[in-house]
């Protein structure tokens, strides 16, 4: 520090004013000049070479603040990867969870419900049967399901098939927008607390 570098000059001075022995004296004599003439001009050197020696210490160090500034910039949040149905006709998805009230369950083992979306028609299976239906969407992830009609087979395994084939049906039709994100397929109820989770579906 600057503080150091007076105080190195400061010591430095009181040696060099102190060269008062015979020796010292011999040698100021050998080059014929007075010990004033030795001592300013080498004094006024060491004091310029201390001065500029502390004034470089006491430099920042503009890089490295840069690089630290730099490396404490927080992240941005990443952004929403929602994406419409129309870039995802012909896709199939699994029903995998199904929530009412507020609460959550998992469909009847044993059976798989599905949903694909076309450029102009909903089909896939509900359970039992095989369901086709019309449907539009809108701004906001707005969907609207219609003109659901299915298949009339009965099932009477695995146990609770047909009654949850018949509130899917009807759950379909209550659904009035969507939300895709992360490999799934979310269609939402008026309320937004009745749902029904799919999931996509790898060939």
């Known amino acids: 520090s600057l503080k150091e570098a007076l105080k190195r000059i400061a010591i430095l001075e009181d040696r060099i004013l102190g060269l008062t022995t015979e020796t010292e004296m011999r040698m100021v004599n050998s080059f014929s000049m007075k010990p004033e003439r030795f001592e300013k001009p080498y004094l006024f050197f060491l004091i310029f070479y201390l001065s500029f020696y502390g004034c470089q210490q006491m430099e920042p160090?503009?890089?490295?603040?840069?690089v630290q500034d730099s490396a404490t910039q927080t992240t941005p949040?990443?952004?929403?990867?929602?994406?419409?149905?129309?870039?995802v006709l012909n896709q199939e998805w699994i029903l995998e969870l199904i929530t009412e009230n507020g609460q959550?369950?998992?469909?009847?083992?044993?059976?798989?419900?599905?949903?694909?979306?076309?450029?102009?028609?909903?089909?896939?299976?509900?359970?039992?049967?095989?369901?086709?239906?019309?449907?539009?969407?809108?701004?906001?992830?707005?969907?609207?399901?219609t003109d659901i009609a299915s298949t009339e087979m009965w099932?009477?395994?695995?146990?609770?098939?047909?009654?949850?084939?018949?509130?899917?049906?009807?759950?379909?039709d209550k659904a009035n927008s969507y939300r895709i994100n992360d490999g799934q397929l979310t269609l939402y109820g008026n309320d937004r607390e009745q749902k029904l989770v799919f999931r996509k579906k790898h060939n």
């Open 61 to 66: 160090t503009v890089g490295s603040s840069a």
């Open 155 to 172: 099932c009477l395994q695995p146990e609770g098939i047909m009654e949850q084939e018949t509130k899917f049906l009807q759950w379909l």
């Open 104 to 145: 959550r369950k998992e469909p009847v083992a044993g059976i798989e419900v599905t949903l694909r979306f076309s450029a102009e028609k909903l089909t896939g299976s509900a359970g039992c049967n095989r369901y086709f239906a019309s449907y539009q969407t809108g701004d906001d992830s707005q969907l609207s399901i």
């Open 77 to 87: 949040p990443l952004v929403d990867q929602q994406i419409s149905l129309n870039q």
